[in-house]
């Protein structure tokens, strides 16, 4: 009996075995590699999405035999290294996850060649060293030594330098560093005494995983956030305590890293879902991980259950509350035109583009979606040897919100917001939507 071709079916992705010995085998990851590697090339539907595909395809033309048994297995890692973990392919392109009898998951098998790599102590100290966000964003951001960093950030002589010494590209934008960051500016509670009204499937009040990137980078945004969601009757909690989300570590294929963050942060969240709070983290990569990586890591874990969950994206979260009635509508002013860019991380959270159907509820506002992969990922736009592709993925977003001609443009994804506002060179600063709708808002 033959196997059918495709799948209309919805993605059922499978738990990652990445705590048994042959997750590691090398003879196993590569016999692995070359069956899918041999679907993915007679399928070819995923070219459009990152440099993983193009190089796998070029690999195969180019072999002697122009099949994939052709290509040299010492070349196999060089699809790996272009593949930054959106996930697209597997949640929006690919017809062969299971329930297809070929389970094809590209994304996990891509982090299972990173995790190999990892153990086997072939990564760059650059990549170990720029995925440690938490210590490195302290340091970062500790008054005196923000102001230098920033400052070596705009300097053409230092970021040259930067390049030659560490690999990191004198064009990359880099995100700000604030010495007085999120946990600096606000209280542990804010809005506590507002009346906690619970949705049909919120409980009201809610605890803002700040995340180490909204505390150092982007504390404006969760500001905004605290804002939209007070503005509503929410009380907030700032959860301070609370780690990196791991997904960089995830992205190195470091996954006993990824367990030892996982473990700071349960208690800290789980505290928070006894005293009756749902959770929302700013950036879509950390609510992912919440809602779909440790889950998948760790599919017999009650606690990472009960977390994932309690986890919502802030828009989905928003609009939840919107179905409930229990959202306000009382907007000050319109948005005019806005370009939004649909999150990687986000969409494949397959909850619906509820950022784009919050921001409609903005009178005198048009929105245009895109959803394309603006070529980000945590640090693969920033990297010498990446950058010129990663911009060379974000230019049909960046075509797309020039074509927009918008008032206002922006990305659920700071980082994605940051690349695009660098394509379109000097058309200003991306805004995130959650300010979009405190601007609304008027608060």
Known sequence: ??????????????????????????????????????????CRRCVSLCDSFPTLFDLVDESPT?????????????????????????????????????????????LRAKAYRFREQDTRWRDRLITSTDPIFDVLSTPGVAQLANAAAGSKTLRKLGDRMVGIHPEAPLPPFHAKTLGRRVDEHIGRDLPVRPGERTTGKVAIYVTCYGDHNEPQVVEDLIAVLNHNDIP??????????????????????????????????????????????PIPSCVLMYKQELPLMFPEDADVARVKASFFDPFEYLMLRHKSGLVRTDFGR??????????????????????REFLKLVPDTEVVAIERCSGHDGTYAVKSETYAKAMKIAKPVVTRVKQAEADTFGSDCPMAGRLIAHGLEDAGDAMHPISMIRKAYGV
């Open 66 to 110: 122009m099949e994939v048994d052709g290509v040299a297995k010492a070349d196999y890692m060089k699809v790996v290294d272009q593949c930054f973990l959106c996930d697209l392919c597997a949640e929006t392109k690919c017809p062969y996850l299971p329930p297809h009898p070929w389970a094809v998951d590209f994304p996990h098998l891509m």
């Open 334 to 355: 319109g948005l005019g035109k806005v370009a939004y860019h649909v999150a990687c991380h986000q969409r494949v959270q397959n909850i619906g583009m509820k950022t």
């Open 236 to 281: 907030v909690r700032v959860l301070k305590d609370a780690k990196c989300c791991g997904m960089p570590k995830l992205e190195l294929g470091d996954l006993k890293k990824v367990a030892a963050l996982k473990d700071a942060n349960l208690p800290v969240f789980l505290d928070a879902i006894a005293d009756g709070y749902d959770i929302i983290a």
């Open 1 to 42: 009996m033959t196997t059918r071709e495709g799948n209309l079916e919805a993605p059922d992705r499978q738990p990652l075995d990445w705590q048994s010995d042959t997750f590691y085998d090398r003879e196993d990851l590569y016999k692995e590699l070359e069956r899918v590697y041999d679907i993915c090339h007679g």
